[in-house]
């Protein structure tokens, strides 16, 4: 029995040390994203912003681990962002932080949008990006437009763009036979802006009946006019 308990034994604690041996230790996820996939901000008049945009990896990181910065700046005004090329995850962390600067030069009154990527290394997967979109704080004024149509409410178009050529706001889409309009506009306060009316046929306001235009700033009357103008007619003016 003695010997039979000692082999039982030797049996038991053999199992014990190959389970030891055996224990299953996962791969380190070798993997780098976002934290968000869009983040939005406002820029001052004349004034810069810094946003931080976060990256994470899938572990902790045993030394500075740098990757390459992508940046697709298409969609978003020259000279207005600055985005580091590089990003790094300290030692012992797996969060890093990419400081993009935004900065009020030609923004305009539109949405800019940055695009940004992290470059593949062949050993991490890569998330999807992020975007980071940013527009010029302003503060707004009021207005409308009022349009009295010739009879051919489908030849005429509008738009207001500002000193860069973008178009703000825009309109059209009239019915023939529709006999007026009345459009909401509001702009950023202290900007110069150009007003153009259209007409497709290139007689203006003007058959079978004359029409006219009125566009109303804050109170202010800063474009009118009407009847033959032909293809287009267009008013530069003012916030101020």
Do not use: H
């Not at 409308?144 to 149509?149: C, K, M, Q, Y």
């Not at 409410?153 to 309109?171: N, Y």
């Not at 007409?199 to 033959?228: E, R």
């Amino acid at each position: 029995m003695k010997k039979l308990a000692y082999i039982l034994m030797m049996l038991i604690t053999g199992a014990s040390l190959q389970n030891c041996e055996d224990t299953y230790l996962p791969p380190e996820l070798k993997y780098i994203t976002f934290a968000k996939t869009a983040y939005s901000t406002g820029v001052d008049v004349g004034g810069t912003t810094t946003l931080d945009v976060t990256v994470y990896t899938g572990s902790i990181a045993g030394s500075d681990k740098t990757f390459n910065i992508i940046v697709d700046g298409s969609g978003a005004a020259d000279g207005s962002y600055e985005v580091p090329s590089t990003v790094t995850i300290p030692k012992g962390t797996n969060e890093g932080v990419i400081a993009v600067t935004l900065s009020d030069n030609n923004l305009g009154i539109g949405v800019n949008n940055l695009v940004i990527d992290i470059e593949n290394d062949g050993i991490n997967s890569v998330g999807n990006s992020t975007t980071v979109s940013y527009i010029q704080n302003c503060t707004e004024v009021s207005g409308s437009l009022a349009i009295t149509f010739d009879g051919y409410g489908s030849e005429t178009s509008w738009e207001i763009t500002d000193a860069l050529g973008g178009v703000v706001v825009s309109g059209g889409g009239y019915a023939d036979g529709q006999v007026s309009a009345t459009e909401s506009i509001t702009l950023c306060s202290g900007r110069d802006y150009t007003f153009t009316i259209k007409d497709v046929y290139g007689d203006g306001l003007s058959y079978p009946a004359n029409g006219t235009y009125t566009l109303t700033i804050d109170g202010t009357v800063k474009a009118s006019g009407g009847g033959d103008f032909g293809s287009s007619e267009s008013t530069d003016f003012d916030t101020n």
